[in-house]
Each structure stands twice: as structure tokens, then as C-alpha cells.
């Protein structure tokens, strides 16, 4: 029985494979066109998959389709690189029963390998174009400038240039030799491509997915193929190995743990490592809810942009897959918040206090003993030096874990769409529990959360949710909870003041009086 790939390129007869044929004759129309191409995503996004598949049909097409790699060339010498450039290229028409007598020692060499000769069409695919050297990208560029400008002369009819977003930095551009090239991307899988590849393991395993685990998994990964096939390999082989049993929507809780807290790929490590170098412009991104415009003239966007960690949504910058939005949210947090020893205000304490009798939640008291907490706490309870916009966010989080694990429940971190949207998910008893929170800026934007705290309830089949704010605005005279009923869906708001008076000046409102003692 097949398997979900997990590393390499996915073999159609050993890994559950999505074939992408509409993908594949546009790479193929632009090839007998004769085009210089690039086709550039992130990693473990199905590029070598991708072009893998694309060879294969050029072959039965009638060209010569080679295929070569630039990874770890990087810091070779120049005469190290044409060296390795003319033996892999040798090593591959050699497959095809072709011999070349021409050493490639320089860009003028290299231009002659490739002069007319009696064989099919060549097309020469470059992968991790991205290694080639500094010290020879600009003379490279410019041979095969040459070389498509005079194609009658050369049997190079095509050339695709493979790696991640920043190669088009590399290779387009109003001052690049190579503006020659056009440009695939290739896109995630989309909803039905991701149920094809479910549905083949499930034909193949006879082991069921619940529609409410695909559902999960697409809107968790964005059908980014790397992610999508990792969860699938988790689900059925470390979570539900019976296959006897269907996967459940239950199955998912423990899998997405496992993904936030201990999963490590080289591309989730390069998304957290090259957040981390851009730290406060990402706890903005994160957290703020002002939209941050997507500009390549500003340097923290571009830099991102180019080592896949944001990119331009509607014109603004955002983190596309929801999956990797949790994992930097979580590698964010403090392991330790140096606050827990306050959240108990005495000995007396009864978490039994935060359930209703029906055994459920009751949320609403824990909330309230949250805002009880920060007013005895101020400042200290927020982390704003280090954690500039997400301290509000972290600090709740960090209280209302401290107690849910403790009743025996679990939290998450979800990112349903809306800038500025990071909702804390509970799971207690089988029940889930939403609390959506946000930085208070005006009553627009108060009563538009509202409402989309209620479509998403609609969309999870939960009654009623609850909703954090913190304020800056608003003082102990102003109404700081409300309860609403929009479209069918119960809404608890909290607002939590964040605009501390000196202590000497405080006074203790009757509400709290009884938690603060």
C-alpha cells in the first residue's frame, strides 16, 4: 500500500500523489513554446514533484529533458562551479546516449556545450537555482541571454530554473540579464486536490476520514502539500493506526498538539528562525488589528516575503497557512511567564468555581476572575518590553491554561481570518469553548468583531463564544461586560482595562472587591 510522502519528491507508485494535469500542460505549452521559465514556491510546496512529473511527459513529447541542481554550491570557487555545472550536465545527456565533447571552463564554454547538433531539443531543468554562486550569477544569466536570442544556433529549446520565492529576486528585475524568463508558481493544493489525495488512501486503506477532518486539515494547511501530507502520515499512523476505526475530528486535537509543540521540519525551523530575526514587526503583524500594507520597498516585508514567511494577501501582508500563524504564536511564548504564583489569590480558591452545574464551563466567572487578577496585578501582568502587542494575548492565554489543564481540559492557539483575530480554543470534556480576542481601537471595530466571532461560531456549530478586549479607553465606570445574541449566537464580551491609574489613586470597584481579597 502507498504512503503520504513526507520527504523528496512523491513517486506516483510508492506515495499518495496529487497529478496536478492542468498545472502540468501549461508547463508543457511553455516549453514547446520554447520559453525560459522559472517556477519557484516554498519548500515541500510539490516544485520537484512538479517538474518530475513534467520531465517525464517532455520525454514522450521527443525532447531531451535533463535535469540538474545548484544545492550546496553556494560557496564554491568560480572554476569549482563550471566544473560541477559541466560534469552533472555530462552525466545526464550520458542517460540519454549523448556525448559532448566540449568542457565548460566559463560562460563562453558553457554557451558553446549548448551550440546546435543532430539530437532532439534539449530542455535543461536547474534545480535550487538559488545556490548558484554570486561570483558567476551575472555572466551565467547573460550566456543564456545570449543563447535564447539566438536559439537557431543552440539545442537548448528550453530552460526552467526551479527554487524557492527568491529566485525571481535573483533572476527578474529592470537591471537583470535574464528578464527574458517567465514565471510559474505552483499553488497548494486546492480543497477537491486535497480530498483526491484523502480519497486515495482511503480507497486504497478502506480507513475513513470524517468530513470534518478534511475540512480541518485544508483550513489549517491552505493545502500546503508538505503539511498536508505530514498530518495525513501522523493521523493514520501514530493517532489512528486501526484501520479499522475512522479518523475523527477528536483525532485532530492531539495531532495539532503534536504539530505546535514538538513536530520540526527544516521549513517550519527556517519560517520560526527567520521570524524570529524580524521579532517586533512580527508580534504586529500577529496581533495588531491596523492592517500592515504590503510593500517590497519596505525591508522588513521584503525580507520576509523572500524566505516564504509572509506574503501579499489583498495588498496586505499576512502569513498565509493558519498552521504555521499557531507555530510562530507558539514559539513566541514564554515558556515561562513568571505570573502563575499570582493567578490564586488564597488558599481558598476552588477551581470548582468555574464550573456550571451541568458540568460544563463557566467561562464567564473564569474571565472575571482574569480581570480581577490584572487589576491587582497592572503592568506586571503584561510582558509589554518583550512581547510588545502579543503581551495581551499571551498573558491571557498563559492564566487561562494554568487553570483549564488543571480541570483536566486543553488550549489552543486559533487564527480564523481577520487581521488581529488570535482565539484561544479549550477543549474540556469533549466540548470546545472559543474566546476570540482583540485590542480595543473604537466601537467599529468592537461591534464588526462581534459579529465575526458569530460567523465563526456558525461555521464551528458552537452556540455561544466569548469575547476579550483589551482597552486602553475604557475606565471602572464604563460598562465592561455585555452579553449579545447575533445571528443565533450567544456573545460574552469582557473588556479588559490596560490604562492603569498609581496605586495610591485606585479604588476598588464592588464587583471586584470579593476577588481581590
Not at 527578474?172 to 499553488?187: C, K, M, R, V, Y
Not at 528562525?273 to 500594507?293: N, T, V, Y
Amino acid at each position: 500500500m502507498r504512503e503520504f510522502n513526507t520527504t523528496g519528491p512523491c513517486n506516483p507508485a510508492l506515495h499518495y500523489t496529487v497529478m496536478r494535469e492542468g498545472l502540468i500542460e501549461v508547463g508543457q505549452k511553455m516549453v514547446d513554446k520554447g520559453k525560459f521559465f522559472t517556477i519557484f514556491a516554498p519548500r515541500q510546496s510539490g516544485k520537484t514533484t512538479y517538474f518530475q512529473l513534467l520531465m517525464e511527459l517532455l520525454k514522450d513529447d521527443g525532447y531531451t529533458a535533463i535535469w540538474i541542481s545548484f544545492e550546496d554550491l553556494k560557496t564554491a570557487s568560480r572554476e569549482e562551479f563550471y566544473d560541477d555545472f559541466g560534469y552533472q550536465l555530462h552525466g545526464e545527456l550520458r542517460e540519454h546516449g549523448l556525448t559532448i565533447p566540449q568542457t565548460i571552463k566559463n560562460q563562453i564554454t558553457l554557451r558553446r556545450f549548448f551550440e546546435k547538433r543532430e539530437n532532439k531539443p534539449i530542455v535543461l531543468i536547474i534545480d535550487e537555482f538559488e545556490g548558484i554562486p554570486d561570483s558567476v550569477l551575472s555572466e551565467v544569466m547573460h550566456a543564456f541571454r545570449k543563447i535564447y536570442h539566438k536559439k537557431k544556433m543552440y539545442s537548448l529549446h528550453s530552460l526552467i530554473l526551479v527554487g524557492v520565492s527568491t529566485i525571481a529576486d535573483l533572476v527578474i528585475g529592470p537591471a537583470s540579464p535574464f528578464n527574458i524568463a517567465d514565471q510559474l508558481e505552483i499553488d497548494y493544493f486546492s480543497r477537491d486536490e486535497l480530498n483526491d489525495l484523502i480519497n486515495q488512501y482511503m480507497t486504497e486503506s478502506g480507513q475513513q476520514f470524517d468530513p470534518t477532518i478534511i475540512k480541518a486539515i485544508y483550513e489549517n494547511t491552505q493545502g500546503q502539500p508538505g503539511l498536508v501530507c505530514a498530518l495525513g502520515q501522523h493521523l493514520i499512523t501514530k493517532v489512528v493506526p486501526d484501520k479499522n476505526q475512522p479518523v475523527t475530528m477528536e483525532d485532530f486535537y492531539p495531532t495539532l498538539r503534536f504539530f505546535l509543540t514538538k513536530y520540526t521540519t527544516n521549513n517550519i525551523l527556517n519560517i520560526v528562525q527567520k521570524a524570529r530575526e524580524k521579532r517586533a514587526f512580527m508580534l504586529k503583524l500577529l496581533f495588531q488589528p491596523e492592517p500592515i500594507s504590503f510593500s517590497m520597498y519596505d525591508s522588513d516585508t521584503a525580507w520576509l516575503h523572500a524566505n516564504g514567511v509572509v506574503d501579499d494577501v489583498a495588498g496586505y501582508v499576512d502569513v498565509t497557512v493558519p498552521l504555521y500563524k499557531k507555530v510562530l504564536i507558539t514559539a513566541f511564548q514564554p515558556v515561562i511567564n513568571g505570573e502563575s504564583q499570582h493567578y490564586l489569590t488564597s488558599a481558598r480558591d476552588v477551581l470548582g468555581d468555574y464550573l456550571a452545574e451541568d458540568g460544563r464551563l463557566n467561562l464567564n466567572a473564569l474571565l472575571e476572575a482574569y480581570r480581577a487578577y490584572v487589576r491587582r496585578r497592572g503592568f506586571r501582568a503584561f510582558d509589554t518590553e518583550n512581547l510588545k502587542e502579543g503581551a495581551w494575548h499571551y498573558s491571557l492565554d498563559g492564566y487561562i491554561n494554568f487553570f483549564i489543564v488543571r480541570l483536566g481540559g486543553e488550549t489552543y492557539v486559533e487564527v480564523p481570518s481577520g487581521r488581529g483575530r488570535t482565539d484561544i480554543l479549550i477543549r474540556y470534556r469533549r466540548r470546545s469553548y472559543i474566546i476570540e480576542v482583540k485590542r480595543y481601537t473604537d466601537d467599529t471595530y468592537l461591534k464588526r468583531g462581534k459579529g465575526q466571532l458569530a460567523e465563526y461560531l456558525k461555521s464551528e456549530g458552537l452556540a455561544e463564544g466569548y469575547y476579550v478586549v483589551f482597552s486602553n479607553i475604557h475606565t471602572e465606570t464604563d460598562q465592561l461586560t455585555d452579553e449579545d445574541m447575533i445571528d443565533g449566537k450567544r456573545i460574552h464580551t469582557h473588556i479588559i482595562r490596560t490604562n492603569f491609574e498609581r496605586p495610591s489613586e485606585m479604588g476598588v470597584p464592588e464587583s471586584l472587591k470579593s476577588m481581590s481579597q
